[in-house]
């Protein structure tokens, strides 16, 4: 809850919020706790008012700094003194964030070096409640062409049709191409169908010459590369390009 302040407490709050924007300036987020952080984002949201004990209480709720940006909307607006402008705030923020990571990731060899692929999937699909198929297409140099959603819902051999995907190829021109999806679950361990779509994808793919370079699942603490346990059929000479932890 957001406690109203009189005319002392405002003037000290405000003092509070100039010290915590202070050590921003100065030291970036070095020895803030959680709590800080959110209370820092949240002074941009909530004017002249005193917003750490509701900064605590969404840390608690939703168990962390993720748990609080990988919230709905109406999560965080059911909690009392979150209103619309802290809402599209928090959105806002991991949103950009993902932006930040896509943009980064289209710049660099994404087979070579996959930490920046990691990066944004793990923001982007770690905290979805539903299942989201992707496609990465990427050039020959393994560049980022596109990221294209094929599915959102359960995943399976139905659903993630392999036309689409290939047809996608062919419109960005792509050489290779790697397949992700999440486990709303959090737990990133394949299941047989998972197994069987990764099969169906790297024969159709096979088929028309488009390298698989790996079918990744996302999970909230790890994830799974069909490559680096033997799933990928084709293109055996490539296995040595694979995406790894």
């Known amino acids: 809850m957001i406690k109203l302040l ?19 300036k100065k030291g970036a987020l ?38 609080v940006f990988d919230a709905t909307v109406d999560e965080l607006k059911s909690v009392e003194g979150v209103g619309e402008n802290a809402v599209v705030l928090l959105k806002l923020i991991k949103d950009v964030t ?48 596109a990221v294209e959603t094929l599915h959102e819902g359960t995943i399976n051999q139905t659903a993630v049709y392999p ?19 999440n486990h709303p ?19 159709a793919a096979l088929a028309v010459d488009l390298i698989v370079h790996d079918h990744l699942i996302i999970g909230k603490n790890k994830h799974f590369s069909a490559r680096e346990n033997g799933w990928i059929i084709g293109f055996q000479g490539s296995s040595q390009k694979h995406v790894s932890p």
Do not use: W
């Open 163 to 181: 036309r689409k995907a290939i047809e996608k190829a062919f419109k960005h021109n792509a050489r290779s191409v790697i397949f992700v999806h």
């Open 30 to 67: 070095d020895g803030f706790h959680d709590y800080e952080i959110l209370e820092l984002l949240l002074t941009y949201a909530v004017p002249k008012k005193d917003v750490k004990p509701l900064a605590k209480s969404m840390l608690n709720r939703f168990r962390g700094i993720r748990g």
């Open 6 to 24: 009189n005319k002392e407490e405002s003037l000290k709050a405000g003092e509070h919020r100039k010290r915590l924007k202070d050590r921003f």
């Open 98 to 145: 993902g932006v930040y990571l896509k943009e980064r990731m289209m710049g660099s060899d994404c087979v070579r070096c996959t930490k920046d692929v990691l990066d944004y999937l793990n923001l982007t699909l770690s905290g979805e409640r539903v299942e989201k198929f992707l496609a990465i297409y990427l050039n020959a140099r393994n560049e980022v062409l």
């Open 185 to 203: 679950s959090g737990d990133a361990t394949p299941s047989s169908v998972d197994r069987q779509l990764t099969r169906v994808l790297d024969r």
